[in-house]
Structure formats: structure tokens, C-alpha cells
């Protein structure tokens, strides 16, 4: 009975193995749809289509993006989570709803760990402390001496609660006396217009977000939150060089799809994935868009967010960051 039994194993894994490598042979034969769980413009969307871009003529099928946001990201993550495991669903995603969220989230619908396939960290950047131009500091130290002088009342935007753009900044202000205010936006192109209008007074936000109105001349860059500063702002300090309290906020994109998605089909798009990111001229637009290309392993991919629940979860407990 045993020996039928691991016959009849070996066969089903043989079968299944078989069938992955056709479905691979075979993928894409129609459209792929490339989930978005942020609005249109924001930093995972300007990577989406990128990689669409390219991976439709490398597979002779059109990649299509959707965007599908609300819910600090959790409603285009759970889209994909829950869409049928045929390679025909993929999506980009952020720490937030891949590891951070349940944490932030009374219930999830979905389970990041069981519910979703990891494929690779795509490009990652860092982000920066911008200030609105009516704030009266033009570097990331003036900024702290105001919060430390208890001046009024300050704002900051970030993109969505419970993001690293909220959690970082708690960081920044954890010592200030004075009365700063969080106001959450629906991505970063909303928390840029509104920095840029003067509703808030400053922000910790993606590089890319934010460069072409730092550029424009529409809101100030203070400092930067990486361990070094940026080409495109050679003149603007890190905030640990600035001798403010330091922070790194990395936001870095991944590729996700169902889980139960065949690997030879994952593996596939991975190995397209990473020969897209070695393309000259794609490394020059994300450069130019602020992001570095990554690429790597599922297994990579696990200990980057390994390390974001290390690095944010006694920031949540601390401050009590929850989410309704």
C-alpha cells in the first residue's frame, strides 16, 4: 500500500511538473493584467508601467496596469490575493500590505503569508523630507528647532495611515513638544498637492513623488532618509549627517501574484523581470525617476520583509498606530 501510494506520488509530481513547464511553454497566450493598489501616478503605478512596458514586447502579449486602491493598499494586494493562480493576475505591492498592514488592520481580507506569491523586489528608493514653501525652515535642523520651540501647530502628510511615510515621521517627531497633526492622502501625489498648496506644512515622502516639484521649485527638500544622499540632491544631508534623529524609509517595490501560481510561470516572469531591469535604457528611467533597480529572489524578497516587521513593529506598538 505505502510503495502504491509513493508511486502514485511520484507520478502526481511528475504530472504536476509536466503541466507547470507547459503552462510556462505556453504563458502568456492572452493579456496579463498588472494590479496596482495605488492611484495612478504614484511611485508603484510609474514602476508598473515601466514593467508592463517592456515585458509586453519581450512576450509579444500586452501587460496591462490596473489600479485598484483604498485601504492602505489592501484592495488591489487582495484582488491579486484572490485572483485565479494562472500567471494572468500579477501586481506590484509595498511593505504596507504585505506585511505591515496586519499588524495596523483589525481584519484583513487576505492573509500575506498564505495568500500571496512572492517574485521579486523590483527597484527601490529612498524617500525624502520635504516642507511646504510658506514653512519658515529651509533645512531639516531649522525644521526641528521650530517643532522644539513649540511654534504653533504643524501638519505633515503622509501617503495612506499605517505607511512608512506616517510611521517614519511618528520617529522624526517622537521628542517634540510641539503639537504636529498627521493627515493621511490617498498616495503621494495627493499628500504632494497637498504640501504644495500649503494645507500641510511637511512630509516624508518617495523620492520620486516628489523630485520634479522640488525641481519646480514647489515645495523644499530638508533632508534625505537613507544611509546616503542622493545624486539628484547632491546638496541636501541625510538627516543623520544633519544631526536630526536618523530614519531610514526605503520604499522599495515588489512583484506579487496569487498564490498557487505554477512556479515554472513565476519563474519565468522573474527571469523576464530581472532582464528588464538590466536594460540600459530602462536602469536610465527609473535613475531618472529616482529608483534604483533591485531584482532578486522569492527568498530575498521574504527577508526585505522580515526586516520591515523588525524595523516597524515597536514603532506601531509604540504609538499605537491602528487602522479601522
Known sequence: MLRRTLFQCIASTTL????????????????????????????????ARILTDRLSVRLGQAFVVDNRSGAAGNIGTDFVAKATPDGYTVGVS??????????????????????????????????????????????????????????????????????????????????????????????????????MSGEVDFALLPAASVMPHIQAGKMKALGIADAKRMSALPNVPTLTEAGVRSVTADAWIGVIAPAGTPD?????????????????????????????????????????????LKLWSPVIKQYGITIQ
Open 264 to 308: 515554472a510561470i513565476t519563474e519565468r516572469l522573474r527571469g523576464e523581470i530581472l532582464q528588464v531591469l538590466a536594460e540600459p535604457a530602462v536602469r536610465e528611467k527609473l535613475q531618472t525617476q529616482t529608483m534604483e533597480a533591485v531584482g532578486g529572489t522569492p527568498v530575498e524578497f521574504r527577508k526585505v520583509l522580515d526586516g520591515e
Open 94 to 195: 509595498i511593505a504596507g500590505p504585505l506585511a505591515i498592514n496586519p499588524l495596523l488592520f483589525k481584519s484583513m481580507p487576505y492573509d500575506p503569508a498564505r495568500d500571496v506569491k512572492l517574485i521579486t523586489v523590483a527597484a527601490t528608493q529612498p524617500s525624502v523630507l520635504v516642507a511646504s514653501n510658506k514653512l519658515k525652515a529651509s533645512t531639516s535642523k531649522e525644521l526641528f528647532e521650530l517643532l522644539a520651540h513649540r511654534e504653533g501647530r504643524y501638519s505633515f502628510a503622509s501617503m495612506g495611515a499605517g505607511t512608512i511615510s506616517q510611521m517614519g515621521m511618528y520617529v522624526l517627531t517622537a521628542n517634540s513638544p510641539a503639537d504636529v497633526i498627521h493627515v493621511p492622502y490617498a498616495g503621494s501625489g495627493a499628500a504632494s498637492l497637498a504640501l
Open 16 to 47: 504536476a511538473a509536466s503541466c507547470g513547464l507547459l503552462h510556462a511553454q505556453t504563458w502568456p497566450s492572452k493579456p496579463v493584467r498588472m494590479i496596482v493598489p495605488f492611484p495612478a501616478g504614484s511611485t508603484p503605478d510609474l514602476l
